[in-house]
């Protein structure tokens, strides 16, 4: 049963692959990448339990995690142009008196 859900996850990985290419928009392609990472963290726990092998869960759970912050990231990015926190006026001026009275 596990097997045929091995194949199964390696079969919606290819069609993930497919749409991360074909994709027409960017989001299109961010969303495909997501549920390619999901896929392969769901795979992960499926081998894990195949080979008699637990530790591949704590694998799985930290591919997970990076999977999740690496797409808020590149969504983030392409929709503000970086990943750090636009200064504003405001700020700049805020920042430029704190570093005067420290001097």
Do not use: C, H, W
């Amino acid at each position: 049963m596990f097997v045929i859900a091995a194949f199964a996850l390696v079969g919606a990985m290819a069609l993930m692959l497919i749409r991360a290419i074909m994709g027409p928009t960017l989001y299109d392609r961010v969303l495909s990448v997501n549920s390619f990472g999901t896929k392969t963290v769901l795979l992960l726990g499926v081998m894990g339990y195949l080979g008699g092998r637990p530790d591949f869960l704590d694998i799985a759970l930290l591919y997970a995690l990076i999977n999740f912050v690496g797409t808020i990231a590149i969504l983030k990015f392409f929709q503000y142009g970086r990943l750090a926190p636009a200064m504003t006026g405001m700020a700049i001026e805020q920042s430029k008196e704190g570093s005067q009275k420290d001097a």
